[in-house]
């Protein structure tokens, strides 16, 4: 049963939603993708737009509610409201619109990437490509680098603006692990070692999706080719008997003997934060400064990455084909591709994420 658990959810997102039957779009919301950017700037002027985003990070609300929000009114008098969402109700949301024929939905810019994205493409649920018409994309990113045109392999197509990147890291206590594991293998012997003191989100968790993908690829030895030849199933069942053997010989030193496991990542930060656990981990390299910083994590707090490298994610930011107000939408997305949004987001006071801003202009 948990060999069969954890494999459905690398096939996440090939059925997440049903196929439409209605092709039915926004010709009002999609005739904005090709006016010029001095009109879009004018149209957005004293409109109102709705951010339906992740509300998982503190940090990142911290970034919106206190900078990115009172930024966008005063520099572009728009009224920018953050909706927390989940992603993939959003999603059936959307197909429930179109396949009902609605013209003008309540989401404006959707925080999306991953399968959601996949899934949200093929089932076109999306406005379309819009990026080469933000001035900052043009000025400030690689148009061509991987991190903008792929999207856990699925081409972007300007269809997404990217708002930031992390990397996946662990996170320890130095006062309970005096060396941390360099590899799989010594990772392997510390659980043993320390029976109870090492967890890791379930499987339909982003973040313990992420960290299984991780030892997956480094039973391939990180091969460009296994990263980007398309899924296939049969070999995932036939090739990967060294990774089930891996997971079920350090269950029974897990917390809870591995019987069970957290839900999310925040409710294994909360494990780690009582000291019920040694680590953590998840993605932002940056995320455990402000949370020391706050008490959440002890100060003894350190991270750490495996010998064998880490995955990183490009989190992107796009338009429901049914936006009320893309106009609008077009000018949130260019403000926080602008270097001062994109600096203010590196402060480790508030979300301490990485730039992405990748050339100068």
Same mark, same amino acid.
């Given at each position: 049963?948990?060999?069969?658990?954890?494999?459905?959810?690398?096939?996440?997102?090939?059925?997440?939603?049903?196929?439409?039957?209605?092709?039915?779009?926004?010709?009002?919301? %999609?005739?904005?993708?090709?006016?010029?950017?001095?009109?879009?700037?004018?149209?957005?002027?004293?409109?109102?737009?709705?951010?339906?985003?992740?509300?998982?990070?503190?940090?990142?609300?911290?970034?919106?509610? %206190?900078?990115?929000?009172?930024?966008?009114? %005063?520099?572009?008098?728009?009224?920018?409201?953050?909706?927390?969402?989940?992603?993939? #109700?959003? &999603?059936?949301?959307?197909?429930?619109?179109?396949?009902?024929?609605?013209?003008?939905?309540?989401?404006?810019?959707?925080? /999306?990437?991953?399968?959601?994205?996949?899934?949200?493409?093929?089932?076109? &649920?999306?406005?379309?490509?819009?990026?080469?018409? &933000?001035?900052?994309?043009? +000025?400030?990113?690689?148009?061509?680098?991987?991190?903008?045109?792929?999207?856990?392999?699925?081409?972007?197509?300007?269809?997404?603006?990217?708002?930031?990147?992390?990397?996946?890291?662990?996170?320890? +206590?130095? #006062?309970?692990?005096?060396?941390?594991?360099?590899?799989? %293998? #010594?990772?392997?012997?510390?659980?043993?070692?320390?029976?109870? #003191?090492?967890?890791?989100?379930?499987?339909?968790? =982003?973040?313990?999706?992420? =960290?299984?993908?991780?030892?997956?690829?480094?039973?391939?030895?990180?091969?460009?080719?296994?990263?980007?030849?398309?899924?296939?199933?049969?070999? /995932?069942?036939?090739?990967?008997?060294?990774?089930?053997?891996? &997971?079920?010989?350090?269950?029974?030193?897990?917390?809870?003997?591995?019987?069970?496991?957290?839900?999310?990542?925040?409710? !294994?930060?909360?494990?780690?934060?009582?000291?019920?656990?040694?680590?953590?981990?998840?993605?932002?390299?940056?995320?455990?400064?402000? !949370?020391?910083?706050?008490?959440?994590?002890?100060?003894?707090?350190?991270?750490?990455?495996?010998?064998?490298?880490?995955?990183?994610?490009?989190?992107?930011?796009?338009?429901?084909?049914?936006?009320?107000?893309?106009?609008?939408?077009?000018?949130?997305?260019?403000?926080?591709?602008?270097?001062?949004?994109?600096?203010?987001?590196?402060?480790?006071?508030?979300?301490?994420?990485?730039?992405?801003?990748?050339?100068?202009?």
């Amino acid at each position: 049963m948990r060999k069969r658990a954890v494999l459905s959810f690398f096939l996440a997102g090939t059925s997440l939603l049903a196929a439409c039957s209605n092709n039915g779009g926004n010709e009002e919301a %999609e005739a904005w993708l090709e006016e010029d950017w001095e009109s879009i700037n004018a149209e957005a002027d004293g409109t109102d737009v709705r951010m339906f985003m992740w509300g998982g990070d503190e940090g990142l609300n911290q970034y919106m509610d %206190e900078y990115v929000i009172p930024a966008v009114q %005063e520099e572009h008098n728009i009224d920018l409201e953050r909706v927390p969402i989940d992603t993939e #109700e959003s &999603l059936q949301r959307l197909l429930t619109e179109k396949d009902a024929g609605g013209q003008e939905g309540t989401m404006d810019i959707l925080w /999306l990437n991953g399968e959601n994205f996949r899934s949200a493409k093929e089932n076109e &649920l999306l406005l379309g490509s819009f990026t080469e018409k &933000l001035p900052h994309f043009n +000025d400030y990113i690689d148009a061509d680098s991987p991190e903008t045109t792929l999207d856990f392999g699925t081409p972007t197509e300007g269809m997404e603006s990217p708002l930031g990147k992390v990397q996946f890291t662990f996170i320890y +206590d130095t #006062e309970k692990v005096d060396q941390p594991p360099a590899t799989w %293998e #010594e990772l392997n012997q510390w659980a043993a070692d320390n029976p109870g #003191e090492f967890t890791y989100p379930e499987a339909a968790d =982003f973040t313990g999706n992420a =960290f299984l993908r991780q030892l997956l690829y480094d039973q391939y030895e990180n091969d460009p080719a296994f990263a980007s030849e398309a899924f296939n199933e049969e070999a /995932l069942e036939a090739d990967t008997g060294p990774m089930w053997d891996y &997971l079920n010989e350090w269950e029974s030193s897990l917390w809870r003997e591995g019987q069970t496991y957290p839900a999310s990542v925040e409710e !294994l930060d909360r494990l780690y934060s009582r000291g019920e656990v040694s680590m953590t981990m998840g993605y932002n390299e940056a995320r455990a400064e402000s !949370l020391i910083r706050d008490g959440t994590f002890p100060e003894t707090t350190d991270t750490f990455m495996l010998d064998s490298g880490s995955i990183g994610n490009t989190h992107f930011l796009t338009m429901p084909f049914n936006a009320g107000n893309p106009a609008g939408a077009m000018v949130v997305m260019d403000f926080l591709l602008s270097p001062e949004a994109q600096i203010e987001k590196m402060n480790p006071d508030g979300w301490g994420r990485v730039l992405f801003l990748t050339r100068s202009a």
